[in-house]
């Protein structure tokens, strides 16, 4: 009811023109002008230029005429459609276990599934190689045991293990979360009026999670057909959009056709967003407001037994390339055998003596990036909710519009904008930051926003009644209040920046060269030890702010929340 | 009595051109310094807009608000040295009790010690001494309640604005706590508005009360006033139980009207609603409250006798209420202390009551929320 008024607050002063202003400034220049270059660039002959007679369709027309570029579509579109199949078949039963069977260890079950999506799923992608490949451990074993000769895991196999064991939890703690909040009276009320449990399953409990599973199976699409790390590492020959993209830029210095393939790509991402949003929008959903008691838990010996040994045993697998790498960190020596014959730090000291800038570099430019765009995103997100009342849905959107460009099509559109032209910020660590800032603003933006809806206005006016100004407000009020959010959101900004690759891949220069990029460097180079160890302290990195962000809310911000 | 707040053809519309909406019509009232007025009216009456409009939380289409001889219309929230307490309460869950209560003093820029002696005097008065340093969510509702309250008191307001301050507490908490409100309003002696859609409640704590529907005032008076005389069908109804019999005009001419019953019994009332001039042969409704109707044939002094059959009988703790057909199409409702012996359902019983009680009113009016 309230959110109907327009009250005092809603009114444009000084400061929020000034931060309207300075915000339409910042997203013209960095968002909108890079995003109008890749477009208008994808339509020029190589190295035109910007004419209105030059205009051609000729960087398009190759995904008809090369099969090169027809194949990289394809593969692209196989890849990700079976991953996102594969991690629901997977996801799912993991999802129904953990929220509905009385289960020991729920909490840390749900904690190690998430870690697949902290850690960048490039760095487990190379583990596969190491179990898998032609020389893998499993593949050894399987040989010489079984005497079975594994398919190769280069190409579409490798790609689709490494993409479903990576994402598959986004179903899981999607579907656990939207199943653990639906009202339990609607399955009860469904059995007193005699549903069997399989019929209730399908035709109560299935529908009211479809939305969550829709959503996880388009992230997963969207993150995979945006993977470079992934494909890049065990496509081999197989190639994809992503690895086009890079080879087109990287390979011929031909940044009109890499806008023009990340323009499909985006095409892609935006066809499926807006299927998901048909999906759940169409139908009404009982929505999650009063939940009157836990769900019922299954606690039959056979499904306890059955939900245990499945979570494990998919845990573990997801898990084990980590696990890899950390061995592979400390190995010395590595014969023929399973495991290492010798153990040293030798590749830490390796690259803390080699790779010691990279890693200032990542973390510099981590900070600096999630510093802006929590500043940027919060404030923007306060003129959206609380001020600007008609502009608010140009705004939502501009800033939301990175959302559905891959990270490589980032790295190409700041690359459009900032290579050439006025303001030329390529080989600088400004255009990494910007490409970072620019990229990860909608999540803050997000979850600001978010935060900030939540923020009953009655907090602000009896602020404003108690005779504060609105800077005042704001200052003592509102940012305090969402402060919880926006550093949720900060953290983990933080700690995707840090396993930033797709984006930095075709940004960064011989001077500002980060982690991810010397891991792969390494990678390609074959250098497993460094890459291991370097892969081994970015986890660390990762997981270290990670556990931040959760202490930080969990303990002192989210005990101040314990509002009756 | 000193006028402390006038209110005068107060107008607010939300959206604008055709799609606007009118929240508030022409509001006009006058409210004396130290009185408690309450604006009373169902959900969408405009009631909330209107103490809106005066703390300043809204912008106002038309109209202005003085107080104290100030004129606030153009004044924003911050410049108006008034309190408010918020039907959330909306407690700042990110500081202790004793900052939360200590804000506006903070953005006085009193001096700490003022702030200190301050804060423990409203927390004094209050009744909440010692709850300095713990968190609003430690607290229950009612004495979140109160902080909300100590919050809007401290610095001394001329005004104090109460926004269903009520509606979250259980029912008995609440009977608690008006009259926590209402001592603490007195011993302060600070002039207030009270919004509330619960007439007991505005009953019970109000000096004087605005009874409103769809955006318009449509009654100012004291309780007792409202209550038993409401100006229309719809205050009738919506500030308790009420009886509704058909009669037909005979004569409308003095100030009295002269009507005809169903039972075709012809007896002279009062005009309900002054704005009313009957004519002769028009369809009128007649009101009286539950309680003042009584049953059987001893007692002396009633003006009027109908002859009835006990329909229902219901059983509420304090009262006992029967419904009664007599003849009507709705049944007559009478609220008696105690059980009537030989009162029971089915047996015919004579229903009793004076016509001093009874207001007259015109049939087309009808209580709100039924549709016609």
């Not at chain 1, 199943?179 to 019929?199: N, T």
């Not at chain 1, 890499?258 to 929505?287: K, P």
């Not at chain 2, 409308?252 to 004519?279: F, H, K």
Request: charge should be positive.
């Amino acid at each position: 009811m309230s959110s109907a008024y327009d009250g005092w607050w809603r009114r444009l002063d000084p400061v929020a023109i000034l931060v309207l202003g300075v915000a339409g400034l910042i997203l013209l220049l960095f968002l909108v002008y890079p995003i109008s270059r890749i477009v208008l660039n994808s339509f020029l002959p190589t190295d035109a230029p910007l004419r209105l007679g030059n205009l051609t369709l000729e960087h398009f027309s190759r995904f008809a005429a090369s099969s090169l570029y027809r194949k990289a579509l394809l593969h692209s579109l196989t890849v990700s459609l079976t991953a996102s199949v594969l991690a629901l078949l997977i996801g799912l039963p993991m999802a129904f276990f953990v929220a509905r069977v009385r289960m020991p260890g729920k909490m840390l079950l749900l904690s190690l599934a998430t870690l697949p999506l902290v850690v960048p799923p490039f760095l487990g992608a190379y583990s596969w190689i190491l179990l898998l490949g032609r020389n893998g451990i499993v593949t050894s074993l399987c040989k010489q045991f079984l005497g079975v000769q594994l398919p190769s895991i280069y190409g579409a196999t490798g790609i689709i293990l490494a993409f479903t064991l990576g994402y598959f939890p986004y179903v899981v703690l999607l579907t656990y979360g939207a199943l653990s909040s639906a009202d339990p009276s609607l399955e009860e009320s469904a059995q007193i009026m005699g549903g069997s449990r399989w019929r209730i399953t399908r035709t109560v409990t299935l529908p009211l999670v479809t939305p969550a599973i829709a959503a996880g199976m388009v992230i997963i699409f969207m993150q995979s057909l945006g993977s470079f790390g992934v494909p890049a590492v065990l496509g081999g020959e197989y190639y994809v959009l992503t690895t086009l993209i890079y080879f087109q830029i990287v390979g011929h210095f031909d940044l009109n056709a890499g806008g023009a393939i990340a323009l499909v790509s985006v095409a892609f991402t935006g066809l499926s967003l807006l299927l998901l949003h048909h999906l759940t929008e169409r139908r009404g959903y009982v929505t999650v407001t009063a939940r009157t008691h836990a769900a019922r838990q299954l606690d039959g010996r056979g499904i306890r037994i059955l939900g245990t040994a499945y979570c494990v045993v998919v845990l573990t697998v997801a898990l084990i390339p980590h696990a890899m790498i950390l061995l592979t960190s400390f190995a010395e020596r590595w014969g023929r055998g399973a495991l290492p014959t010798a153990y040293s730090f030798g590749n830490y000291r390796r690259v803390f003596t080699a790779a010691w800038a990279p890693m200032q570099n990542s973390l510099f430019l981590a900070t600096v990036a999630t510093l802006v765009a929590a500043v940027l995103g919060t404030l923007m997100a306060y003129v959206a909710v609380r001020k600007a009342v008609r502009g608010r849905f140009i705004l939502d959107l501009t800033i939301t519009l990175p959302f559905i460009f891959p990270g490589i099509a980032v790295g190409v559109a700041i690359l459009s904008g900032f290579s050439s032209g006025l303001l030329i910020l390529s080989g600088t660590w400004l255009i990494l930051a910007v490409a970072y800032v620019i990229r990860r603003m909608p999540y803050i933006f997000r979850s600001a926003s978010a935060a900030l809806t939540q923020i009953d206005p009655a907090m602000e006016e009896a602020s404003a009644t108690c005779g504060a100004s609105w800077l005042r407000t704001s200052a003592r009020i509102t940012f305090p209040l969402m402060l919880p959010g926006v550093l949720a959101g900060a953290c983990i900004t933080f700690s995707t920046l840090l396993g930033e690759l797709s984006t930095t891949i075709i940004l960064y220069s011989a001077r500002w060269k980060t982690m991810t990029v010397a891991i792969y460097e390494y990678l390609i180079a074959d250098l497993l030890g460094p890459a291991s160890a370097l892969g081994t302290l970015l986890t660390v990195a990762v997981l270290v702010s990670m556990l931040l962000a959760n202490k930080l809310l969990g303990r002192t911000l989210g005990s101040l929340f314990r509002m009756v | 009595m000193t006028v402390s707040l006038v209110v005068a053809d107060l107008c607010k519309t939300f959206g604008a051109g055709a799609e606007g909406v009118a929240a508030v019509r022409d509001v006009s009232f006058e409210v004396a310094a130290g009185e408690l007025f309450t604006l009373l009216g169902p959900s969408g009456c405009g009631k909330t807009t209107t103490l809106r409009l005066i703390a300043g939380l809204e912008t106002a289409t038309a109209g202005r608000i003085v107080f104290d001889g100030q004129d606030f219309t153009a004044l924003p929230p911050f410049r108006r040295n008034l309190g408010m307490v918020f039907q959330s309460y909306a407690l700042y869950p990110h500081m202790s009790i004793f900052e939360n209560v200590a804000y506006g003093l903070r953005a006085r820029r009193a001096p700490d010690d003022e702030v200190r002696r301050r804060v423990r005097e409203v927390l004094d008065l209050v009744g909440l001494a010692g709850y300095e340093d713990r968190r609003p969510g430690q607290l229950s509702g009612g004495q979140q309640q109160r902080i909300a309250l100590a919050r809007a008191l401290v610095y001394g307001p001329r005004l104090l604005l109460l926004d269903e301050p009520l509606s979250n507490l259980d029912a008995k908490l609440r009977v608690y706590m008006r009259e926590e409100i209402r001592k603490i309003q007195q011993r302060a002696g600070i002039t207030t508005i009270y919004v509330t859609h619960d007439q007991e409640e505005a009953l019970s704590i109000s000096d004087r009360l605005a009874v409103m529907y769809q955006g318009e005032v449509i009654q100012i008076g004291t309780p007792s006033e409202v209550y038993a005389e409401p100006a229309s069908v719809g205050v009738a109804d919506f500030l308790g139980r009420a009886n509704f019999l058909e009669a037909a005009v005979v004569d409308g001419g003095g100030p009295r009207v002269r009507v005809r019953l169903a039972s075709g019994l012809l007896v002279e009332v009062v005009r309900g609603d002054p704005a009313w001039t009957p004519q002769a042969g028009e369809a009128a409704t007649l009101f009286i409250r539950p309680e003042r109707v009584s049953l059987g044939t001893d007692g002396g002094g009633e003006d009027v006798t109908l002859q009835a059959t006990v329909v229902r009988r219901t059983f509420l703790g304090g009262i006992v209420r029967y419904a009664l057909d007599a003849g009507g199409a709705r049944p007559v409702l009478a609220d008696l202390q105690r059980l009537l012996p030989g009162a029971e359902i089915g047996r015919p019983i004579p229903v009793r009551f004076q016509l001093a009680d009874v207001r007259a009113y015109p049939a087309s009016q009808r209580p709100w929320g039924e549709t016609v």
